[in-house]
């Protein structure tokens, strides 16, 4: 078996349970803690090559990270073509994942996206534009990667016309009415049915970083500490960075929350809306900052399940013979997961009938981080 299999790991819920209420929760992770240690003592050159095969999740943002984070180092700074292609990158995997979730978790019964077609889609989005991801990129063809970008774009609209299809009004009213015709406003109905009367508990504070604000240079300074990657706080405080954080503003989510739907209905929402948005965005995907440089060999990379830290030393006077000397990551489930943090905070103490137990962790799994592999292990006591 290959060294790089099987590391993605998951993480096993346990949930204590009197009949009445939930009155513990617990999370372990098999996840890998040190995995980035294997990437030590290499030279940049082969890391690039390493990082894509350890991450089989979300494998060309952990890359764009690595190399923006060894170029950074380096003093590299990218073209703003070579930085517009990899945002594209980023952002057409976050519609792969959270595409796949959606089909696959969220609405399983309905032929709303095509799982195949979209994989297809993304291998070629691939195939078209992995040259960004060499250290020191160049453009050499502006004008075909307009033409690829434009088509790239058309596919992914008509691969989205369920969801995309029609005016934003007749959108709205579909969801706001819970309309049993319309996917979305199905699957919202459904949840608010299944999960009416259930009240959860707030969830942590957004994540937000900053290279200017305490929070950076605490986190700097945690870093170093090899338990941190796997339970990372900010200044003593757990934090979510995942879709709903990216999303929970939009008009069209509070408008939602004014109407009462429920919590994980609104996660939901806040899912499909982003899905719905990347066509647009992946237009005009140079304009957004989607890779933050905090400090050099720093990056945090904004990914479909939330921000995605990359810290990166190098060692050696000249740049053709540097090696990595410290290589730490930190992943956005390891915040949304945290033993405190938003799922047990949301599920500590909620009154729930018996038989909607294991349902309601399971979609708040997903609704919280929905690429995580997870297990859900209800004891009544």
């Known amino acids: 078996m290959s060294v790089f299999a099987g590391v ?3 993480i096993t819920v346990t949930v204590e349970y009197d009949g009445y209420q939930i009155t513990r929760v617990s999370i ?8 980035s240690r294997i990437l030590e003592g290499k030279t940049p050159e082969e890391v690039v090559t390493i990082v894509p095969l350890l991450y089989s999740l979300c494998s060309r943002a952990q890359t764009v990270a690595c190399v923006t984070a060894i170029e950074s180092n380096q003093g590299h700074q990218a073209d703003p073509e070579v930085l517009r292609v990899r945002n594209f990158l980023l952002l057409a995997e976050t519609v792969k994942e959270l595409g796949l979730r959606l089909v ?3 609405l399983p019964d309905v032929q709303v996206i095509s799982a195949p077609a979209l994989l297809k889609w993304f291998s070629q989005v691939k195939a078209k534009f992995s040259w960004s991801l060499q250290l020191h990129a160049e453009v050499e063809d502006t004008q075909r990667i307009e033409r690829d970008i434009q088509l790239s774009v058309s596919e992914l609209k008509g691969l989205l016309q369920n969801l995309t299809a029609g005016n934003e009004l007749s959108f709205k009213e579909s969801v706001y009415a819970e309309n049993r015709y319309h996917p979305v406003g199905n699957a919202v109905a459904r949840l608010n049915q299944q999960f009416a009367g259930i009240h959860l508990g707030e969830s942590a504070k957004p994540l937000e970083l900053s290279e200017h604000d305490a929070s950076f240079e605490y986190l ?4 170093c500490e090899d338990n941190f990657c796997a339970a990372p706080d900010i200044l003593g405080h757990c934090a979510e960075s995942s879709v709903w954080m990216r999303n929970s503003k939009q008009s069209m ?7 009462n739907m429920h919590p994980i209905a609104l996660r939901f929402l806040a ?3 982003e899905l719905k948005g990347v066509p647009q965005r992946l237009l005009y995907a140079g304009r957004e900052k989607l890779i933050d440089v905090l400090a050099p060999g720093f990056v945090a990379v904004k990914i479909a399940r939330g921000t995605l830290i990359h810290n990166i030393t190098l060692e050696g006077d000249e740049l ?3 090696r990595v000397a410290s290589y730490k990551v930190v992943a956005p489930t390891e915040w949304n997961f945290h033993p405190q943090g938003s799922l047990v905070k949301m599920l500590q103490g909620v009154v729930v009938s018996e038989n909607l137990v294991k349902p309601l962790v399971e979609k708040l799994i997903l609704a919280v981080d929905p690429c995580v592999a997870y297990q859900v292990e209800v004891i009544k006591k």
């Open 271 to 273: 899912l499909v809306l």
């Open 104 to 106: 696959q978790d969220w």
């Open 8 to 10: 993605a790991g998951q």
């Open 28 to 35: 372990q992770s098999s996840r890998p803690k040190l995995v």
């Open 220 to 223: 700097k300074q945690k870093l």
């Open 253 to 259: 989510v509070t408008e939602a929350k004014a109407l």
């Open 320 to 322: 053709a013979h540097s």
